[in-house]
């Protein structure tokens, strides 16, 4: 299972939301390109980038920032947060990210998601945000019409490559990852999952490891140093 350090932008910092509320960021860095460079030193495989001010608005805001960071790791960035137009999509590809995250566009226009599936393939993932069994849109302020099985499977049947799937409610708690909610997840298709929202110990990502996601997404946990990159990664290896 690999372990994907988060890097969260809001206003140029690096933060953590609680429950993805806007009003709740702690910042933890003014420098998110040293950010990255440092947990590409420390060992990390890809990067998760989210551009939160994209997020809540619904168009990117942090294009220069993700620019400077995909020129400073030579590792892969995946990068989701108001991309919520083909546009948007080509931008971030054609500035480098190695792989696009689509969420709310995919619980509410079915027909440009398919077209952006066929386009992209494994280049681009389907983030999943679910809350109280609902997929949550806009910058998860809102909730859609959609379960989060019944989403993945209706992607997966038009070909989605890949899902990230995210309990809100333990995003940023530190209270443990939704490890029923990511079995029934990795049960219900045969594409890879990984695994984000919660994560807090060692002993959650040996839990996680110990299920078929693909990897896991892990924020605050790492910023709060409750573990170093290092021994998470390791923890993923030996389960």
Not at 124 to 132: G, K, P, S
Request: with cysteine; aromatic share 4%; charged share 25%.
């Amino acid at each position: 299972m690999l372990i994907i350090p988060a890097i969260d932008l809001r206003g140029r910092e690096v933060v953590r939301l609680r429950q993805g509320e806007a009003t709740t960021a702690t910042s933890f860095s003014t420098d998110p390109v040293e950010v990255a460079r440092t947990w590409a030193r420390l060992g990390a495989s890809r990067i998760h980038v989210v551009d939160l001010d994209g997020a809540f608005t619904g168009t990117p805001k942090q294009v220069d920032i993700i620019s400077q960071i995909v020129s400073a790791v030579d590792i892969p960035i995946q990068l989701g947060g108001g991309l919520r137009c083909e546009e948007d999509v080509h931008r971030a590809l054609d500035a480098g990210v190695d792989r696009v995250v689509i969420g709310s566009i995919a619980a509410t226009d079915p027909e440009l998601t398919q077209r952006l599936i066929a386009t992209y393939g494994d280049r681009l993932a389907i983030a999943v945000d679910t809350r109280d069994n609902a997929v949550r849109v806009s910058g998860w302020t809102a909730s859609s019409r959609w379960t989060p099985l019944d989403l993945i499977r209706r992607l997966a049947d038009a070909g989605a490559a890949r899902f990230i799937v995210t309990d809100v409610a333990r995003d940023g708690m530190l209270n443990g990852p939704n490890v029923e909610l990511l079995g029934e997840a990795t049960r219900c298709v045969d594409r890879p999952v990984i695994a984000s929202g919660g994560i807090r110990s060692l002993a959650n990502l040996r839990a996680l490891a110990s299920t078929t996601v693909e990897a896991a997404i892990v924020g605050r946990a790492l910023y709060d140093e409750r573990f170093t990159l290092a021994d998470a990664i390791e923890a993923a290896r030996r389960s």
